[in-house]
């Protein structure tokens, strides 16, 4: 090991702490944290020199590959101009450009004014706030409560946590957020009394497929039938696109795929291309109209690095290469190549029990070859994704789930090199198995 690496790996097992990390195991004595010091397209390289693909888009956020020319030089022209400008009483160029964009995917008179703030988390905070002091403003206050889906993910700050479904990550805050009514499918939805649905400002849910909930899709056509129960209730919808968004499921939106326009729409991830952190909430003149007038009525909430005008730049820079490089349009065919080999990794391995694909978004889910699960002390997704790295891909595993999702950019060949880590991983590992 390089000496350097030791010294980053030594401090950092002093004085970091790892998000969703059980510490003890990061700081145990055989685990080699990866340090990584550059990204080039699709690649990521450790303090080691060793290069890995990075199968899951650093973590869901990036589009068109590391290090892209236009994007890093959006940014550094920016950069040179202001590098944050308030956007409590000041506006710039940048934010104003990014917002008209964003409406601009839409229908004319839907989504027409965005918020800004700084990752997924504060974009789901803003659009229930926004939906619950709607309520308090149109002569509804008695409509406070949220509506979500079991095993949703909405983001960690408390109001969102309050929606989230995934008993290992939220049972401890549970009770301290939003009054939350949890279904688990549209039949679930249709048949809560009506005294319910009367109390409830909003539905929300990720369109087309819950991620943090091991990849799991939704049946087609039930983003339009969620739709249609909102209009007829009188409740707004809420999506949370923060995975979803900017060309994952192979449409700039996956609201798209059931031509559904939201009332609040929840963007972060993709946003800047995977460069800064940078969020927004998108809302309908409707909503927008009852925050005027009195004082009082204003929206009273912010951050201190809304709109940061770096982050901005990324934006528009990632949209415009979007255009350049046909992203989407190129997209069809790798979903279909990803399609097609994830199918032969799954005829290749007893141990690949399902295959959840949407778009560019997969979940393979390993079990016994008999489809009981492993014992979840096995950690067995945790140690395919290390043997996966030994053959040069990195990617993380929700339970016994690995996730695959890299850069939109990804090639035809990269995607065979990706699948061909996942075949050695899954040849190696029944020996891993076989220990216990
Ligand atoms: C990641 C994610 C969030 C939270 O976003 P952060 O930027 O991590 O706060 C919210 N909703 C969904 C669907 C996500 O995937």
């Given at each position: 090991m390089r000496d350097d690496t030791r010294r980053w790996i030594e401090a950092d097992q002093a004085h970091c702490w790892h998000p969703f990390t059980r510490q003890?195991?990061?700081?145990?004595?055989?685990?080699?944290p990866l340090v990584i010091t550059h990204g080039q397209g699709s690649w990521l390289w450790d303090s080691e020199g060793?290069?890995?693909?990075?199968?899951?888009?650093?973590?869901?956020?990036?589009?068109?590959?590391?290090?892209?020319?236009?994007?890093?030089?959006?940014?550094?022209?920016?950069?040179?101009?202001?590098?944050?400008?308030?956007f409590?009483?000041?506006?710039?160029?940048?934010?104003?450009?990014?917002?008209q964009q964003l409406c601009a995917f839409?229908?004319?008179?839907?989504?027409?004014?965005?918020?800004?703030?700084?990752?997924?988390?504060?974009?789901?905070?803003?659009?229930?706030?926004?939906?619950?002091?709607?309520?308090?403003q149109?002569?509804?206050?008695?409509?406070?409560?949220?509506?979500?889906?079991?095993?949703?993910?909405?983001?960690?700050?408390?109001?969102?946590?309050?929606?989230?479904?995934?008993?290992?990550?939220?049972?401890?805050?549970?009770?301290?957020?939003?009054?939350?009514?949890?279904?688990g499918s549209m039949n679930e939805l249709r048949a809560l009394p009506a005294e319910t649905v009367e109390k409830s400002a909003a539905v929300v849910i990720e369109p087309l497929i819950q991620g943090v909930n091991e990849m799991r899709p939704w049946p087609p056509g039930m983003l339009a039938d969620l739709r249609a129960w909102c209009d007829a209730t009188g409740t707004h919808l809420i999506l949370d696109e923060v995975m979803t968004g900017f060309g994952r499921t192979g449409k700039m939106f996956a609201c798209q795929h059931e031509n559904v326009v939201p009332d609040f729409l929840c963007l972060a991830k993709g946003l800047t291309g995977g460069t800064l952190p940078l969020a927004a909430t998108l809302t309908t003149g409707t909503i927008y109209a009852a925050f005027l007038g009195a004082p009082e009525r204003a929206f009273y909430y912010g951050h201190s690095y809304t709109a940061n005008p770096l982050g901005c730049a990324a934006a528009l820079a990632s949209l415009e290469v979007f255009q350049q490089e046909q992203t989407l349009e190129l997209l069809q065919a790798k979903i279909d190549h990803l399609r097609a080999g994830l199918a032969a990794l799954k005829a290749a391995h007893p141990m690949?029990?399902?295959?959840?694909?949407?778009?560019?978004?997969?979940?393979?889910?390993?079990?016994?070859?008999?489809g009981r699960k492993f014992p979840s002390a096995w950690?067995?997704?945790?140690?395919?994704?290390?043997?996966?790295?030994?053959?040069?891909?990195?990617?993380?595993?929700?339970?016994d789930t690995l996730v695959l999702m890299p850069p939109l950019s990804t090639t035809h060949a990269e995607?065979?090199?990706?699948?061909?880590?996942?075949?050695?991983?899954?040849t190696e590992i029944p020996d891993v198995i076989s220990g216990h």
């Open positions: 003890g195991d990061w700081c145990a004595a055989d685990h080699e060793r290069r890995y693909l990075d199968g899951n888009s650093s973590i869901w956020t990036n589009i068109h590959g590391h290090a892209h020319p236009v994007i890093a030089a959006a940014i550094r022209n920016q950069l040179e101009k202001s590098s944050h400008v308030s409590l009483g000041l506006t710039h160029p940048g934010a104003v450009e990014l917002a839409f229908p004319p008179h839907t989504l027409e004014r965005v918020f800004f703030s700084d990752d997924g988390s504060t974009a789901v905070e803003c659009a229930l706030k926004m939906a619950a002091q709607y309520r308090q149109s002569g509804a206050a008695q409509r406070h409560h949220f509506i979500a889906f079991s095993n949703g993910y909405h983001g960690d700050t408390l109001g969102a946590a309050s929606l989230g479904g995934v008993a290992r990550f939220f049972e401890r805050s549970n009770g301290h957020g939003y009054p939350v009514i949890r279904v690949v029990h399902d295959v959840r694909q949407c778009g560019f978004i997969a979940g393979i889910e390993l079990r016994h070859p008999d950690r067995t997704g945790e140690a395919i994704c290390l043997a996966a790295r030994t053959h040069g891909l990195l990617t993380r595993p929700i339970l995607l065979d090199h990706t699948l061909a880590a996942l075949d050695a991983a899954l």
